[in-house]
C-alpha cells in the first residue's frame, strides 16, 4: 500500500512509519520538523523508518534528502522522489498548511494516517493560533485533498483532551465535549471535520481519541519522560498540582496496533474511537513509580500545575473493543519499565534533549 503519514517524523507518526516501512509499504512522511521540541529526536525517527524499509525487502528505501527543521509552507517538488517498487521510505520535508502539497501527497496514497500537529495542551495556552492553523486548517486540508480521490481511508489522530470536564467516567464517546485548552478545541474541530466529511462526502474517516501515549522516544515534555530524565540525573521528579490528576497512560505499542487494524478495516469508517489503556493512574503515584524504579531514595518535588491540564482522563474503550477489537495490552507498570530501559539505553542521545526542553 501507498501510504501517507502526516507528521511522521514525531513520536506517534514515526512510530507508524516505522511499523508500516517494516511490512514492505510505500510509506511518504510528511513533517515540517517543527523545532517546538528537539528537532533530533525526529531525525532519529527518520532514520528509523528509513532502516525500517531497507530491511524490509531487497528493494530498499528511497534515499532521499532530509532538509531543513524550519517551519516551511514552501515545498521543493523535487524533495518527493516518486515511489519505487516493494517497500520504500521517503521523507517531504513540508507543512500540512500547505494545501497543494498536501494535496499532491494524499492524491498518491491509498491511506493517510494524520498526524501532523501542534501537539500538547501547554503549549496551546501560550499560543493558542499555532494549533489552530496546524490542527484545523491543515487537517481540514488532509480532508480536502482526499475528497478529490479514491483514496481507501483517512485515520485521524485525535485526543482525550476534546472531553476536558468529566461529567462521569471513563468517558465513553457519547461524553459531553467540553476542552479545557485551545489544543482540545483545535482537536475537537479536526474530527468533526472528518465526521461530517464522511457524513456529507462519503468519504471514510476514522478519528482516534488517543490517551496521552507514551513509550520509547515519545515527547519530551511529558510527564513520563520528564520523571525518568529527572530521576536518571539523580534529581525527584518535579509533580505539578499536587499530584492527585488521574491520566490513562497508554502505550504507544498498543497505539500502533490499532492504527494497522485500520489499514484493512472498514467496520468504523464515520466513527470517533476512544483508544486507551483503561487503567488510570494518579501523577504522583506514577511519579512514585519512575522513581522507586530508578532511586528509591530520591523525594517528590511539587511545583503549580499549569493552565489548560484537564484533571482527569479514563477510557472507555468498548466501542473501539466492538467495532474493530482493539484490546491495550500494556499495563503501565510493564510500560513503564520498557521505557525506562530504553531511555537507559539511548540517554546519549535522548537525554541531552530531554534536559533541553
Ligand atoms: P509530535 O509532536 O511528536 O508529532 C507531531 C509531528 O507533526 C511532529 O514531528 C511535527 O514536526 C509535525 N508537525 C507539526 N506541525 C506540522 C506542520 N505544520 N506540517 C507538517 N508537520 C507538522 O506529537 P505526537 O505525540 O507524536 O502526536 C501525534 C498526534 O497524536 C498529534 O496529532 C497529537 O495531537 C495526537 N495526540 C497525541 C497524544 C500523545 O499523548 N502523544 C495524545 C493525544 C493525541
Same mark, same amino acid.
Request: proline letters at 5%.
Given at each position: 500500500?501507498?501510504?501517507?503519514?502526516?507528521?511522521?517524523?514525531?513520536?506517534?507518526?514515526?512510530?507508524?512509519?516505522?511499523?508500516?516501512?517494516?511490512?514492505?509499504?510505500?510509506?511518504?512522511?510528511?513533517?515540517?520538523?517543527?523545532?517546538?521540541?528537539?528537532?533530533?529526536?525526529?531525525?532519529?525517527?527518520?532514520?528509523?523508518?528509513?532502516?525500517?524499509?531497507?530491511?524490509?525487502?531487497?528493494?530498499?528505501?528511497?534515499?532521499?534528502?532530509?532538509?531543513?527543521?524550519?517551519?516551511?509552507?514552501?515545498?521543493?517538488?523535487?524533495?518527493?522522489?516518486?515511489?519505487?517498487?516493494?517497500?520504500?521510505?521517503?521523507?517531504?520535508?513540508?507543512?500540512?498548511?500547505?494545501?497543494?502539497?498536501?494535496?499532491? !501527497?494524499?492524491?498518491?496514497?491509498?491511506? =493517510? +494516517?494524520?498526524?501532523?500537529? #501542534?501537539?500538547?495542551?501547554? $503549549?496551546?495556552? /501560550? *499560543?493558542?493560533?499555532?494549533?489552530?492553523?496546524?490542527?484545523?486548517?491543515?487537517?481540514?486540508?488532509?480532508?480536502?485533498?482526499?475528497?478529490?480521490?479514491?483514496?481507501?481511508?483517512?485515520?485521524?489522530?485525535?485526543?482525550?483532551?476534546?472531553?476536558?470536564?468529566?461529567?462521569?467516567?471513563?468517558?465513553?464517546?457519547?461524553?459531553?465535549?467540553?476542552?479545557?485548552?485551545?489544543?482540545?478545541?483545535?482537536?475537537?474541530?479536526?474530527?468533526?471535520?472528518?465526521?461530517?466529511?464522511?457524513?456529507?462526502?462519503?468519504?471514510?474517516?476514522?478519528?482516534?481519541?488517543?490517551?496521552?501515549?507514551?513509550?520509547?522516544?515519545?515527547?519530551?515534555?511529558?510527564?513520563?519522560?520528564?520523571?525518568?530524565?529527572?530521576? !536518571?540525573?539523580?534529581?525527584?521528579?518535579? =509533580? +505539578?498540582?499536587?499530584?492527585? #490528576?488521574?491520566?490513562?497512560? $497508554?502505550?504507544? /505499542? *498498543?497505539?500502533?496496533?490499532?492504527?494497522?487494524?485500520?489499514?484493512?478495516?472498514?467496520?468504523?469508517?464515520?466513527?470517533?474511537?476512544?483508544?486507551?489503556?483503561?487503567?488510570?493512574?494518579?501523577?504522583?503515584?506514577?511519579?512514585?513509580?519512575?522513581?522507586?524504579?530508578?532511586?528509591?531514595?530520591?523525594?517528590?518535588?511539587?511545583?503549580?500545575?499549569?493552565?489548560?491540564?484537564?484533571?482527569?482522563?479514563?477510557?472507555?474503550?468498548?466501542?473501539?473493543?466492538?467495532?474493530?477489537?482493539?484490546?491495550?495490552?500494556?499495563?503501565?507498570?510493564?510500560?513503564?519499565?520498557?521505557?525506562?530501559?530504553?531511555?537507559?539505553?539511548?540517554?546519549?542521545?535522548?537525554?541531552?534533549?530531554?534536559?533541553?526542553?
Amino acid at each position: 500500500m501507498d501510504i501517507l503519514v502526516t507528521g511522521g517524523a514525531g513520536f506517534i507518526g514515526g512510530h507508524l512509519a516505522e511499523s508500516f516501512a517494516r511490512d514492505g509499504h510505500d510509506v511518504t512522511v510528511l513533517d515540517n520538523l517543527d523545532p517546538y521540541y528537539a528537532v533530533g529526536i525526529k531525525r532519529q525517527n527518520i532514520e528509523l523508518g528509513r532502516a525500517a524499509a531497507r530491511e524490509s525487502n531487497s528493494a530498499g528505501a528511497d534515499d532521499t534528502r532530509v532538509d531543513g527543521g524550519q517551519t516551511r509552507l514552501e515545498y521543493d517538488e523535487t524533495e518527493v522522489p516518486a515511489s519505487d517498487t516493494g517497500g520504500s521510505y521517503e521523507f517531504a520535508d513540508g507543512d500540512v498548511r500547505n494545501a497543494d502539497l498536501v494535496e499532491r !501527497l494524499v492524491a498518491d496514497a491509498d491511506i =493517510v +494516517y494524520h498526524q501532523a500537529a #501542534q501537539a500538547g495542551v501547554r $503549549t496551546s495556552v /501560550d *499560543d493558542p493560533r499555532k494549533p489552530n492553523d496546524i490542527n484545523v486548517d491543515g487537517t481540514l486540508n488532509v480532508l480536502d485533498a482526499a475528497r478529490k480521490t479514491d483514496v481507501e481511508r483517512i485515520v485521524l489522530a485525535s485526543s482525550s483532551s476534546v472531553y476536558g470536564k468529566p461529567e462521569y467516567l471513563p468517558y465513553d464517546e457519547a461524553h459531553p465535549t467540553t476542552p479545557v485548552s485551545p489544543y482540545g478545541v483545535s482537536k475537537l474541530a479536526g474530527e468533526q471535520y472528518a465526521r461530517v466529511y464522511h457524513e456529507v462526502y462519503g468519504l471514510p474517516t476514522v478519528a482516534l481519541r488517543y490517551f496521552t501515549v507514551y513509550g520509547p522516544r515519545m515527547r519530551p515534555n511529558m510527564a513520563i519522560s520528564n520523571f525518568t530524565a529527572r530521576c !536518571l540525573n539523580g534529581e525527584p521528579p518535579v =509533580v +505539578y498540582g499536587d499530584g492527585s #490528576q488521574t491520566r490513562d497512560f $497508554t502505550y504507544i /505499542d *498498543d497505539i500502533v496496533g490499532v492504527n494497522r487494524t485500520l489499514m484493512t478495516d472498514d467496520s468504523a469508517d464515520g466513527e470517533i474511537l476512544n483508544v486507551g489503556s483503561t487503567g488510570n493512574i494518579e501523577i504522583h503515584t506514577l511519579a512514585e513509580l519512575i522513581r522507586d524504579t530508578i532511586d528509591p531514595s530520591l523525594g517528590l518535588e511539587y511545583a503549580e500545575q499549569p493552565m489548560g491540564d484537564a484533571q482527569h482522563t479514563h477510557a472507555d474503550v468498548s466501542k473501539a473493543r466492538e467495532l474493530v477489537g482493539y484490546e491495550p495490552t500494556t499495563s503501565i507498570r510493564q510500560g513503564v519499565a520498557q521505557y525506562i530501559e530504553w531511555f537507559r539505553a539511548n540517554r546519549d542521545w535522548y537525554e541531552p534533549l530531554v534536559l533541553q526542553s
